[in-house]
């Protein structure tokens, strides 16, 4: 039985490198461009990163060590970010943007685990497809992979607080952690490129525009999704969510 | 249909519904992604801005980006369902050997 079971988790950590290293995103309006941020923005934001990657490394290898059982799960919500943010989907402002996927594995993981779930996408999108960069890697992780899921975990953690139901949770999470990922995107912009009147605060307003304003409808979306996802694991992998801990509170 | 099974249909419904609105109610538009507004954007502010760093590689075109798309949302749900499929066996098993 254990050795079926050791067998299968190789099987799927077989998947998801197979698919990690095949495939990659084409996001027209997720990051920002390859060569578009000026060089010390680009060493400033990914040394932000460095200390939340060693510690999205340590978080996992420890949910791994001490809860083998989950694998599965992290798989798929990792299976989850990748699909999500495959789908480009027209927004009220008549451009196309997407879902990032990364709130449901806040939520379930914690914070800094999508960290490293997020820059693995990131790099394969930056090397495949020509979207977002190397350049800007550091930038992007810090808005995706980063600033989204700290404000998932946080807002999913305000709402259990309060006593709000758990779909209700997921909902905000997901929700507000996606247009978060799209506002850090615009003052990433905007620090980088002051405009000659109105400096900071007018290219600000400017990239609120192009970014938050499409994505609006989008996060909605991506709440949505989170919790029919959230409830699907409810109803069938009720024993790897108390082992994370989702069930209890 | 359980409660749950409705209440997933709706959602569903309901993103659906959010979706297509922008496309029936803005009609010129090819709805770009927004990164090409940022691009045009950052030219504006700064027109002496000139990006220093090319991608590595770029797909030849709109096509073979489509596949790359596919190939990605394809593969991510078939790792998704599996791990959904293997759930659902696993509970409706487990009810079996319970009886």
Not at chain 1, 207 to 232: C, H, K, N, R
Not at chain 1, 235 to 246: D, I, Q, R, W
Not at chain 2, 11 to 16: E, N, S
């Amino acid at each position: 039985m254990t050795r079926t079971k050791t067998e299968r988790r190789i099987f799927s950590l077989g998947v998801i490198l197979a698919f990690v290293f095949g495939t990659a995103t084409i996001s027209n309006a997720m990051h920002i461009m390859e060569g578009y941020l000026p060089l010390n923005y680009c060493i400033i934001w990914g040394a932000v990163c460095i200390p939340f990657l060693v510690a999205g490394f340590f978080s996992i290898k420890k949910t791994l060590a001490k809860h083998r059982k989950t694998m599965l799960i992290l798989v798929m919500a990792g299976a989850y970010a990748f699909v999500l943010s495959a789908l480009k989907i027209p927004s009220v402002t008549g451009s196309s943007s997407h879902p990032t996927g990364t709130g449901l594995g806040a939520i379930l993981f914690g914070p800094s685990a999508m960290a490293i779930i997020g820059i693995i996408v990131l790099l394969f999108q930056a090397i495949l497809l020509a979207h977002g960069g190397l350049t800007t890697l550091g930038a992007n992780t810090f808005s995706m992979a980063i600033a989204g899921p700290f404000v998932s975990y946080a807002i999913y953690k305000l709402c259990r607080s309060v006593k709000l139901p758990k779909s209700v949770g997921v909902f905000l999470a997901a929700c507000l952690g996606d247009l978060f990922t799209y506002c850090v995107t615009a003052v990433q912009l905007a620090m980088a490129h002051p405009s000659e009147v109105g400096g900071f605060r007018a290219s600000l307003i400017e990239f609120l525009g192009i970014f938050a304003m499409t994505q609006v409808p989008l996060a909605l979306i991506e709440g949505l999704v989170a919790v029919v996802v959230m409830l699907g694991l409810e109803s069938y992998a009720k024993p790897e969510l108390t082992e994370l801990g989702y069930m209890e509170v | 249909m359980t409660k749950n099974a409705k209440i997933v249909i709706v959602l569903l419904l309901l993103v659906v519904v959010i979706a297509v609105i922008p496309l029936l109610f803005i009609h010129d538009s090819e709805f770009g992604g927004a990164d090409g507004a940022a691009e045009d954007a950052i030219t504006a502010i700064n027109p002496n801005y000139v990006a220093w760093a090319e991608p590595i590689l770029e797909p030849p075109g709109g096509e073979t980006e489509s596949l790359l798309f596919c190939l990605q949302a394809g593969l991510g749900a078939s790792v998704f369902g599996y791990g959904f499929g293997y759930l659902v066996a696993r509970k409706k098993y487990k009810k079996k050997d319970e009886k």
